[in-house]
């Protein structure tokens, strides 16, 4: 299954030189099933996603414009994922995972959460961006220390949002 050119690129850190965030290829799509299956637990997806199911979503991914699933790597290591993509006017940000426990708490997710930010600002100026976090995940905490807020709240999810101040802040280049 070839990629559309426009799905093909990566994102570079300015603190970093080691960390990029890269576009997903169909080689990646059974470590993001895997890392996926790992963490059902913070989804709304509860199922165990079969290889199958992942060829078929990655069939449907191959066709669309405005979707970007992204690999976090740290010195050419897999570590995570995230995904932002454009839904009625809205930038979603989601499949956000640390794939690798030892990479944790180290700020390499806060990271890739701005250099998501600041490209879907690039891509869709003025438009908010939105995450749904189950109300049982402790992610919230985590984009709330990022500068989100909770704008809206749901029987089993809230929705958060970057306001326009951290918006501001996200516009340069990082
Ligand atoms: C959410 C998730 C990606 C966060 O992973 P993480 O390793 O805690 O996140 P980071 O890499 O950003 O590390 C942040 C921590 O590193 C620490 N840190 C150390 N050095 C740092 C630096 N230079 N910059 C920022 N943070 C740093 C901070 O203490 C920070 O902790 P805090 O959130 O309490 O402030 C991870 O918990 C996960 O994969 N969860 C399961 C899936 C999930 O729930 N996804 C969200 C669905 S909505």
Same mark, same amino acid.
């Given at each position: 299954m070839r990629l559309i050119k426009s799905k093909e690129f990566s994102l570079t850190s300015q603190e970093n030189d080691k960390f990029i965030l890269r576009s997903i290829s169909q080689q990646d799509i059974e470590l993001l099933r895997v890392w996926k299956n790992d963490h059902r637990g913070s989804f709304f997806f509860k199922e165990t996603i079969t290889s199958e199911m992942q060829n078929t979503w990655f069939q449907s991914y191959t066709q669309t414009n405005d979707d970007f699933m992204m690999i976090v790597q740290q010195d050419n290591e897999k570590?995570?994922?995230?995904g932002f993509r454009l839904i009625k006017n809205t930038v979603d940000i989601y499949n956000v995972i640390l794939g690798r426990k030892e990479f944790s708490k180290n700020g390499y997710m806060?990271?890739?959460?701005?250099? +998501?930010?600041?490209?879907?600002?690039r891509r869709y100026p003025n438009k908010p961006i939105v995450?749904?976090? *189950? !109300?049982?995940?402790?992610?919230?905490?985590?984009?709330?220390?990022?500068?989100? +807020?909770?704008?809206?709240?749901?029987?089993?999810?809230?929705?958060?949002?970057?306001?326009?101040?951290? *918006? !501001?802040?996200f516009g340069g280049k990082i």
């Open positions: 570590i995570g994922c995230i806060a990271n890739a959460l701005k250099i +998501v930010c600041s490209e879907a600002m995450a749904s976090v *189950l !109300k049982t995940n402790p992610a919230l905490q985590w984009y709330v220390r990022r500068g989100f +807020v909770i704008n809206a709240e749901f029987e089993e999810h809230y929705v958060v949002i970057l306001p326009e101040a951290q *918006l !501001k802040q």
